[in-house]
């Protein structure tokens, strides 16, 4: 049994034969050194066994210097066995020494590594993949005819599918989306997304004015006919412009020929483009495989699946994946798509997380360069609120496959919304909407930053695009659209109308609980509660239900950070500090002191409120970096050009708001009355702002608040409490139309 004094003495003895200082030095040492290798060797393309090699021999070495300063010593004559030197003449308080210098040396060296990677390395990386990003698209983007179509240009159509039972339409599908993948990793061709591409299917639409539309030269058609374990594909490269065929085959094969198939038709495309637009390729984009065809095919109806964008198909989606995956286990594909199946359906956040992790760490395994491993890769990190590890990962994706559009708008709504990154994350939504111009949700956060930018007039002319495609999503972007500077009935009458076209498009009513309450029709709000979220009932002036939403919320997701932060703002605004604290202090340290627009972790209205708690606390030292925070987010939107979208958020509110916490109160409140007065609404309850609600100054702003808030209401129930047009699928709370006679509205 060892005693105290045992130990004691065991650790002067450790100390006197400076193994401890060794262990010290070596763990310095060695951290420092693989901190450098990881950033030289991607310089050199070194494989990544590389550093994983460096880091294993640098641990291994651990426990062995370990010992060699046990048993050994250094003496002026050499080393020597630490039993073979008298304590008299031991030279270790020497030797001692010369390990604190060494110590202090390389912490010093270590400091300013950390510093130079810090400050100039890691923006630098980012600011070069950035740029070349941006002027690979610019350059891609420039290189049109007088017509705007790209010369280096192509959209792969929907094979048509020609079975005799017309039951393939999957198969056919995914035949024709894995050659447009396989085209897309061609850094110079333009190729337009599958979304954009595949939009033409079945509606009889004539070759030039599909090019047209999607603003490309070519055009690659085909169709597929599987019967048993025989298929033929038919394809041909057509010039849209002049209608010319550059390329035309047909190809019998068996079914366990796929994939050769698919290598033939990608190599057959590229020699053609090759010699007609002067591509600079090596070799023909490659197919990935799987083991087995049933494995190939559970795969493709996984794909179809998720390309219905609804709930059921992506939860079918899943499944099919997973029978791919139990059929070929190393299907990397598979892997990456039901990771991504998995994190973007709907439920619990922390469950997806969990469940997801384990098939983007096989994924990225088996082919680390494979851009859907690094996709999903991403948007796990993006989940776990790890931002900057994302947005590397996403980065990887576009450079391996240029066209990956889903990335790119990916990417712009981790930059806006989450890292504050105005600049850049409307270079991503640009790109996204060039490469797929007919998609819902390009256009959507494409036009969202334009009418963000006040550029009204481009955001109109892109919205009345797909009016006559969509119209119930034209008609609730466009109620959103024109609900800029306060006109909020034009919100609700928008949504209402969307869900008159469209009854089963959900998107309508979670916007309307909060066009809802702030017009402040609360029964009709409550009266969707599937879709209430706490923001709506704070609008509403009820920060008690809030928090009773908000730990609903917390309790089905208890690891989502999104669903801490609302919760921690719920608290604080009805005004429970002591709960809200621990909770908004996270949030702070987490989101490493930058505030962004509509970030799950911080945001203007967070910092207000923890504002609020440390000036109770009697902690005015720690206001100053909060209102700090909130100048720097306000410093970007204009470096962007953002001046808000007339609702929810604008840059003379929270101007406004940062110079009134900071005490310049005249100045503050005539901000905020020009930011209301632009449409922005101000809660009217919250515990966190009651400094500014006590102001004398701040009634009359409150007042022409109200005074907007009856009159969009008014708007509103004037048309429903009527001839309601929108009474199959929305009528107003009970008791509501009554009292709007009965006062006039007042």
């Not at 990154?421 to 494409?446: C, G, H, K, N």
Request: hydrophobic share 45%.
């Amino acid at each position: 049994m060892v005693t105290g004094r045992g130990v004691v003495s065991l650790w002067g003895e450790l100390k006197r034969r400076n193994v401890v200082k060794v262990a010290v030095a070596y763990a310095i040492v060695g951290w420092l050194l693989i901190e450098v290798a990881s950033t030289v060797l991607p310089t050199f393309e070194a494989p990544r066994w590389v550093l994983q090699t460096v880091t294993f021999v640098f641990i291994l070495g651990f426990p062995i210097a370990l010992i060699l300063a046990w048993a050994f010593e250094l003496t002026p004559e050499g080393l020597k066995k630490e039993k073979d030197v008298d304590r008299s003449e031991s030279t270790t308080h020497i030797t001692g020494r010369k390990l604190d210098f060494t110590i202090i040396a390389v912490l010093v060296l270590a400091l300013v590594y950390f510093g130079f990677d810090k400050f100039v390395l890691d923006p630098s990386r980012d600011a070069e993949l950035v740029q070349a990003t941006t002027e690979a698209v610019a350059e891609q983007a420039t290189k049109t005819d007088s017509t705007g179509t790209a010369d280096k240009s192509i959209a792969v159509l929907a094979f048509a599918d020609l079975s005799p039972d017309g039951d393939q339409e999957y198969f056919s599908d995914g035949v024709s989306e894995e050659i447009l993948n396989g085209l897309a990793q061609i850094p110079d061709l333009h190729v337009t997304s599958r979304s954009s591409a595949f939009s033409f299917k079945g509606k009889g639409v004539d070759i030039p004015t599909v090019a047209r539309q999607l603003g490309v030269a070519n055009v690659l058609e085909g169709s597929v006919r599987k019967s048993g374990k025989h298929i033929r594909i038919t394809a041909q490269l057509i010039d849209a412009r002049n209608g010319f065929h550059l390329w035309s085959e047909t190809y019998d094969r068996e079914l366990e020929d796929i994939f050769a198939v698919q290598d033939e038709i990608s190599t057959a495309i590229v020699l053609a483009l090759k010699g007609h637009l002067g591509l600079k390729v090596e070799a023909a984009p490659r197919v990935i495989s799987a083991a087995n065809t049933e494995a190939h095919e559970a795969y493709l109806r996984g794909r179809h699946l998720v390309n219905q964008s609804t709930s059921f198909g992506r939860q079918e989606a899943i499944r099919e994946f997973e029978k791919a995956i139990s059929l070929d286990p190393d299907y990397v594909l598979a892997h990456a798509e039901l990771a991504l199946a998995v994190i973007t359906r709907s439920g619990s956040e922390s469950e997806a997380v969990v469940k997801a992790a384990p098939h983007v760490e096989r994924a990225m395994a088996l082919d680390p360069t494979l851009a859907e491993a690094h996709a999903a890769a991403g948007f796990l990190a993006w989940r776990q609120s790890k931002g900057e590890d994302a947005l590397t990962h996403f980065r990887h994706a576009i450079q391996i496959n240029p066209n990956y559009v889903i990335v790119y708008l990916w990417m712009g709504n981790l930059l806006n919304f989450d890292l504050g990154r105005y600049d850049e994350a409307f270079q991503m939504r640009a790109t996204a909407f060039r490469l797929d111009p007919l998609s819902i949700p390009t256009i959507v956060f494409y036009v969202q930053a334009l009418i963000e930018r006040n550029r009204l007039e481009e955001a109109d002319r892109e919205l009345e695009k797909f009016a006559s495609i969509y119209p119930h999503i034209y008609a609730y972007r466009r109620g959103s659209r024109t609900s800029r500077g306060g006109n909020m009935a034009n919100a609700v009458l928008g949504s209402l109308e969307a869900l008159r076209l469209n009854p089963g498009y959900a998107r309508p009513r979670i916007g309307l609980t909060f066009h809802l309450a702030a017009v402040g029709l609360e029964n009709e709000v409550l009266a969707l509660s599937e879709f209430l979220e706490p923001d709506p009932l704070s609008l509403l002036g009820n920060p008690g239900v809030a928090v009773t939403v908000a730990e609903a919320r917390v309790a089905e997701s208890p690891n989502s950070l999104r669903a801490r932060h609302h919760l921690g703002l719920a608290l604080a605004g009805a005004g429970d500090y002591a709960r809200a604290r621990p909770i908004l202090e996270e949030m702070w340290r987490r989101s490493g002191g930058r505030i962004a627009k509509r970030s799950d972790l911080f945001h203007t209205a967070t910092a207000a409120a923890l504002i609020a708690i440390r000036r109770d606390a009697g902690e005015e030292t720690g206001v100053g970096e909060l209102v700090a925070a909130i100048r720097d987010n306000v410093r970007r939107y204009k470096k962007a050009g953002i001046v808000g979208d007339g609702r929810s958020f604008g840059v003379d509110y929270e101007e406004g708001l940062a110079a009134y916490l900071s005490g310049d109160h005249e100045r503050g409140l005539a901000l905020l009355d020009k930011g209301t007065q632009g449409g922005v609404f101000i809660r009217p309850s919250e515990a966190y702002l009651k400094s500014l609600y006590d102001d004398p100054g701040f009634a009359p702003i409150l007042a022409r608040q109200k005074a907007r808030q009856v009159r969009e209401r008014n708007k509103i129930l004037d048309i429903v409490c009527t001839d309601n047009p929108y009474e199959a699928v929305w009528q107003p709370a009970e008791g509501t139309c009554e009292q709007f006679a009965a006062t006039g509205g007042n």
